[in-house]
């Protein structure tokens, strides 16, 4: 397990002494947010918050950013946190594998608060975790001032997982990796341990070789993070109980989201669309597996998610933005969804009061409420 472990001798370092601490790094500079909006734009958006100095580097030290593949990203980082904010990003439908060689990140996912990091004491230490997520879920990275961090983050988005099964087995296997949302540490063995450390040591040089080397190396490490996984949550393949989804032609799902961020009805979409409630529900359970009004109410509280953390938006305001005439009636939708209130998910995420230790037991995984 996991437990809260913060360098306090960095974490309340002088500048001067943070400086010293980012010469570690081959070619340390100052990164702005900017530097970091390839990876935001590739996952969903970021909202930093509480920031001291919008003009002043949020971190000193390296940091590299690959898209490897359309739903498959990487980056790295060997840095000296240079403001105390939190950053709040969507995630899509994933699994996020973490490799911290050196420091501590808190992060809030889900509602709940976390906690990883390397041991401090054991020099060949890496703390791995793992996060699964199996909708569009907000997270929330928070950060201190003078901490450092040294880590290696692996996203593979759903789909694309989905693209590649080659057997109804394989996306059984997918299907039961993804029935619950999941945040767990598991100890990799020391080829995978290896593969990351290559992959964070290699030129950060963005070029043709550089790109394909690091291509290779990822969907290497990618593949043994999920066998790893695979095994340590003893997933089975077994046979598929759900309707079989066929998303490949996803023009009726792209017509009814033009409508999420309104208060218009079901009734009110499917007059839009040119059909019937029953008619709209039927193809769309037909086409999907899971029937519109479902879809719709599930898109729309991950949207209010959005609307609550990134844009502040009131409650009512909220409510209203998302089809809901009564504040009354969103509020208890979202608490039946989310496990907590709206008010109680926006404060989850804006402090942490008492972290939650990451488990390595498969059978007291954290899920989401």
């Not at 791995?128 to 997520?133: G, L, R």
């Not at 009726?252 to 709209?280: C, P």
């Not at 939650?356 to 954290?366: A, E, H, R, V, Y």
């Amino acid at each position: 397990m996991i437990q809260r472990q913060l360098n306090s001798n960095t974490a309340n370092a002088t500048p001067c002494q943070r400086q010293e601490a980012a010469s570690d790094c081959v070619c340390p500079k100052k990164i702005y947010l900017e530097d970091i909006q390839p990876l935001n734009a590739a996952l969903g958006f970021a909202v930093p918050q509480t920031i001291t100095n919008d003009q002043s580097p949020l971190m000193v030290g390296e940091y590299c950013h690959f898209t490897l593949q359309k739903g498959l990203t990487m980056h790295t980082s060997h840095v000296v946190e240079e403001q105390t904010t939190h950053t709040s990003i969507e995630l899509p439908p994933g699994i996020s594998f973490n490799f911290v060689f050196d420091g501590c990140i808190d992060f809030c996912f889900s509602g709940q608060q976390y906690t990883i990091g390397s041991d401090p004491g054991n020099d060949n230490a890496v703390s791995c975790s793992v996060i699964i997520n199996n909708s569009r879920e907000m997270l929330t990275r928070h950060t201190k001032c003078g901490m450092r961090i040294h880590k290696l983050n692996l996203f593979v988005e759903r789909d694309w997982l989905m693209q590649r099964c080659q057997s109804e087995s394989d996306r059984a296997t997918m299907d039961n990796l993804f029935r619950d949302q999941q945040v767990f540490t598991w100890l990799p063995d020391n080829n995978t341990q290896v593969k990351a450390g290559s992959l964070v040591r290699l030129p950060t040089s963005n070029n043709f070789l550089t790109q394909l080397t690091v291509e290779h190396l990822a969907i290497e490490l990618l593949s043994d993070c999920l066998q790893g996984s695979l095994k340590h949550l003893q997933v089975t393949q077994s046979p598929r109980t759900t309707t079989k989804r066929t998303f490949e032609d996803t023009s009726l799902i792209k017509k009814l989201e033009q409508y999420l961020d309104t208060d218009y009805s079901l009734r009110d979409i499917a007059s839009k669309l040119g059909f019937s409630s029953s008619s709209l529900q039927r193809k769309f359970k037909d086409r999907y597996g899971v029937t519109a009004f479902s879809y719709l109410k599930l898109r729309r509280l991950e949207l209010a998610k959005q609307l609550l953390i990134s844009d502040k938006l009131s409650v009512n305001e909220v409510a209203y933005r998302t089809g809901y005439r009564h504040a009354s009636n969103f509020i208890n939708a979202f608490r039946t969804a989310v496990g907590m209130t709206p008010a109680n998910y926006v404060k989850s995420h804006n402090q942490i009061s008492s972290n939650k230790p990451i488990s390595s037991d498969p059978d007291n995984k954290s899920k989401s409420p």
